[in-house]
């Protein structure tokens, strides 16, 4: 079994067991202030972060993600003094763009939070400890970021669930993420190690999660696979499908669904199609997973059945899946 497998199959247990703190999650987020909140980080955890700001937009909470690096590099200092709360997502918490940015501005940190696999960081250790939340994923071997990815979205819920004062039940989450696993996923990795296109589709709170499958399928299959939002796919890539693409789509039922049901019908003809959704598609060839799940956890698990493809991918083509090349688990250089 690879490294990066051993890392996707504790996602579950790595739930379970940030669930059970819930409520210290919420006691130290109480604390913060919610007035309006910035996300960052890079690579998985500014992707993790995107899903929590998208929830807290959608509830009228002024909330924005944006990479740390151009904010380092491309956004005024003053402008962060908007913003009551900063919460940085580092998994190692010694990334080279996190201490620089804490560097940068020293004078902010009692607006920052840090979200992290790693309290006993150069970050952690900035920062008082009630403003660390630990991810307590557990060891991950691998590039191709898995269960800290997984509980930075959870993490960062969790906080915005405590400002927005609403729910969500998370009770079927773990057991679904189990249940992906078993997708039988041997079609779509024969259609994605061919020479085709391979393009990637989402909404809102996929698009996070779509952004990160980007990123495995670099860091653990050593392959291209391309992302459009849903409706900017219908803004030009729709030429794309002119040398029939393998298109995967995420479908969860919510608020775009029917969107996206229309346009799995305008392109099934014109393409190799796949949807991962959790009701009854009108795509013909349409997987199965998350079913019961709310939109805005529905993701999750169409992650795993996409790191089960990763993984497959990377053994097809002979690679060591999650071992890299030329990168590294932690990154040093900005």
Not at 154 to 165: E, K, P, Q
Not at 313 to 328: C, E, H, T
Request: hydrophobic fraction near 40%; include cysteine.
């Amino acid at each position: 079994m690879s490294q990066f497998k051993q890392d996707f199959m504790e996602q579950s247990e790595a739930v379970r067991l940030l669930l059970s703190t819930a409520d210290d999650i919420s006691e130290k987020s109480r604390k913060l202030d919610s007035s309006r909140v910035l996300f960052t980080g890079m690579g998985a955890s500014l992707h993790a972060g995107s899903v929590a700001a998208t929830f807290l937009r959608s509830l009228g909470i002024d909330s924005d993600c944006v990479e740390m690096s151009e904010l380092i590099s491309y956004s005024s200092p003053d402008l962060l003094k908007n913003y009551g709360t900063i919460v940085l997502i580092s998994q190692s918490g010694e990334s080279a763009e996190l201490l620089r940015f804490m560097d940068d501005n020293a004078s902010l940190l009692d607006r920052m939070a840090l979200v992290t696999n790693n309290p006993s960081s150069t970050a952690g250790k900035r920062l008082e400890r009630e403003k660390v939340f630990p991810l307590l994923a557990g060891k991950e071997r691998s590039m191709g970021a898995t269960k800290t990815f997984i509980n930075s979205i959870l993490t960062t819920l969790l906080m915005a669930l405590t400002w927005s004062g609403t729910r969500i039940d998370f009770s079927k989450l773990p057991e679904s993420i189990e249940e992906a696993f078993e997708t039988d996923v041997t079609h779509l990795v024969e259609l994605l190690a061919g020479n085709r296109e391979r393009i990637l589709v989402a909404r809102g709170y996929g698009i996070g999660v779509a952004k990160m499958a980007r990123l495995m399928f670099a860091e653990v299959s050593k392959l291209s696979l391309v992302f459009y939002s849903g409706a900017a796919f219908r803004h030009g890539p729709l030429e794309l499908l002119n040398d029939r693409p393998v298109v995967m789509t995420m479908n969860p039922s919510g608020e775009t669904s029917a969107l996206m049901e229309e346009l799995h019908r305008d392109i099934y003809q014109k393409c190799e199609l796949i949807t991962l959704t959790n009701f009854q598609s009108a795509c013909e060839r349409s997987i199965k997973v998350s079913i019961g799940l709310p939109e805005i956890i529905a993701p999750i698990p169409m992650m795993a059945v996409l790191q089960k493809i990763a993984n497959e991918l990377a053994l097809k083509r002979g690679f060591d899946p999650g071992k890299g090349i030329f990168g590294s688990k932690v990154t040093v250089k900005e």
